[in-house]
């Protein structure tokens, strides 16, 4: 494993909002989770204890990313950038929910991957200033 430095500067501050918007995402991952085994019906009991489960590794890796990312380890871009993927194309296949969250859901994503992929944090997580 190399070293890696604390980002600063722009980086930092870019690094930061992203996190912080992921991190309300986790944190909603997570609610659902505890609400999916609140809510327990006979028939579906398996599934949502799966989903549950699913939803709850979710949101606790993506608030791990996050954290390390912030620290300057560069592996932990990756899966934001993923996630953040994922979310939009989420966004994009909400039909029956309005639209006020469709456009938060899109917004949080578009405005994380524009933090996470800004030339400031690429640099600063290269640890190449050439970049």
Request: proline share 5%.
């Amino acid at each position: 494993m190399s070293a890696h430095a604390r980002p600063s500067g722009t980086a930092r501050n870019l690094l930061l909002v992203a996190a912080v918007i992921v991190l309300a995402e986790a944190a909603t991952c997570v609610v659902l989770a505890v609400l999916g085994v609140v809510d327990l019906e006979g028939d579906s009991v398996g599934s949502a204890i799966g989903v549950s489960l699913i939803l709850a590794v979710y949101g606790g890796f993506q608030a791990w990313a996050a954290w390390r990312v912030t620290l300057g380890e560069q592996w932990a871009r990756s899966p934001l950038v993923v996630t953040q993927i994922i979310q939009l194309i989420i966004a994009f296949n909400l039909d029956d929910v309005p639209a006020r969250i469709t456009i938060t859901v899109g917004a949080a994503a578009a405005v994380t991957l524009a933090c996470l992929l800004a030339p400031p944090v690429t640099r600063a997580l290269s640890g190449n200033p050439s970049v």
